[in-house]
C-alpha cells in the first residue's frame, strides 16, 4: 500500500493542526495504521495508531490527550488531529501501516513521505 501524509505546516504554540494520510493500492481496511514523528537529530517516535477497523486510538504519553487519529475506509484515507500543539511538537510526521498497535517503527511495514510540522511563536 502507498502512503501520502499531507498537512503540515506552521503554527504557534496553543495551535492546531490536521494531518491527513490517504491510502492507493492495497485495501486500507486490511491495515492497523499509525503516525510517527522524528525531529532533528532524534530517533523516529511512536505518536498514536488505531486498528483497522477503527475505534479508540493508542497514544504515546507526551500527545494524549491532546492529539486524536482516526480513519476513514470508505475514503482510505487517515487522520492526526493535533490540538493544545507545543514547540516539543515540532518534527516531521510519518503515517504507517501494516503494523501492531503501540509498537516501534521498525514493527510497521508501509511508509508514507513524512510532512513538516513546526510550532513557533
Known amino acids: 500500500v502507498q502512503l501520502q501524509a499531507s498537512g503540515g505546516g506552521l503554527v504557534q504554540p496553543g495551535g492546531s493542526l490536521r494531518l491527513s494520510c490517504v491510502a492507493s493500492?492495497?485495501?486500507?481496511?486490511?491495515?492497523?495504521m499509525a503516525w510517527f514523528r522524528q525531529a532533528p537529530g532524534k530517533g523516529r517516535e511512536y505518536v498514536a495508531a488505531?486498528?483497522?477497523?477503527?475505534?479508540?486510538?493508542h497514544y504515546a504519553d507526551s500527545v494524549k490527550g491532546r492529539f486524536t487519529i482516526s480513519r476513514d475506509n470508505a475514503k482510505s484515507t487517515g487522520y492526526l488531529q493535533m490540538n493544545g500543539l507545543k514547540v516539543d511538537d515540532t518534527a516531521v510526521y510519518y503515517c504507517a501501516a501494516g503494523g501492531v498497535v503501540g509498537s516501534v517503527s521498525t514493527n510497521w511495514q508501509y511508509w508514507g513521505q513524512g510532512t513538516q510540522v513546526t510550532v513557533s511563536s
Open positions: 488505531i486498528l483497522r477497523s477503527g475505534g479508540t486510538g
Open positions: 493500492g492495497r485495501t486500507f481496511a486490511s491495515y492497523n
